[in-house]
């Protein structure tokens, strides 16, 4: 098996070793004191500490919540590109703009202007009250912040492989007498599934770690809208480190799972692709 691919760039050995070492510095030493903390509590202490009601609550709002915010997102973040990569109207270019706002908004700004506005006495919130809906302090408020920080990483991730998908492609299928619908699902969807999958991961990856912009709308009411990340950090506010680190540990082998799983998904669906041609 050979390693070493061809480049016009030389260095390999060096760039490969930089790459190894940096890698190993950033993120596998962080992850590993993670474990390695944890490391000397015997099973039934872990156990305890990771499925009490309150922290088995928190991972149900984050990971449910994280997941309903990217479902969200792979809908509205797919519609969204698609109108930016197919249309031109006047102020296309300030959309366009609107959408990278999350990335450079600071989430603890994002928090607080959501929670002004879906607040009971917001602008929006006002209006959903008269309509019995809460938002703000509730499970909902938490959807609503991940799904708010969370849609640039679909749109974004999804837009240029419209861009770049040939409209011969969809010409030939509509003279093959394809409905609009079918040449979406045949000839379109097959195209930027791999982009939606990659945008889906990354705004679910994001949602589950998110804290800024979560913590003013979600009230953090203990066993009701309490997210994982917070309740580590008020472990870490007690000096409780092992707690904190052992459902951070919870917390990463879930994500490892879930993000590995779609990356399954992802590859099996390119090497049948793949087949096909």
């Not at 109108?83 to 990278?100: C, E, Q, W």
């Amino acid at each position: 098996m050979r390693f070493k691919q061809p480049s016009v760039l030389p260095g390999f050995n060096l760039a490969f070793g930089y790459t190894i070492v940096y890698l190993c510095l950033i993120v596998l030493l962080p992850l590993s004191a993670l474990v390695i903390k944890t490391a000397h509590l015997t099973l039934a202490e872990f156990w305890s500490i990771v499925t009490t009601d309150r922290v088995l609550a928190s991972y149900k709002l984050t990971f449910g919540a994280s997941l309903i915010a990217a479902v969200i997102n792979l809908f509205a973040g797919l519609l969204v590109a698609w109108v930016l990569a197919r249309y031109r109207f006047p102020g296309s270019r300030i959309v366009d703009a609107l959408v990278d706002l999350p990335f450079a908004l600071p989430t603890a700004v994002a928090g607080i202007a959501l929670t002004t506005i879906y607040a009971p006495n917001g602008w929006v919130g006002s209006v959903l009250s008269d309509l019995g809906i809460k938002v703000a302090f509730t499970p909902l408020g938490v959807v609503v912040a991940l799904t708010f920080i969370g849609l640039p990483f679909v749109v974004r991730t999804v837009q240029p492989v419209l861009e770049d998908l040939e409209h011969e492609l969809e010409e030939a299928a509509a003279c093959l007498g394809a409905s609009r619908l079918q040449t979406f699902c045949k000839v379109i969807l097959p195209a930027i599934l791999p982009a939606l999958l990659t945008g889906f991961t990354l705004a679910f990856a994001r949602a589950i770690g998110e804290y800024g912009s979560v913590i003013f709308i979600a009230g953090n009411i203990p066993l009701v809208s309490e997210i994982t990340p917070l309740l580590i950090i008020g472990k870490l506010e007690q000096y409780d480190y092992v707690g904190a680190t052992a459902i951070a540990c919870v917390m990463l082998a879930l994500s490892f799972v879930l993000i590995f799983v779609i990356n399954l998904i992802q590859w099996w669906h390119g090497r049948r692709l793949g087949m096909r041609k």
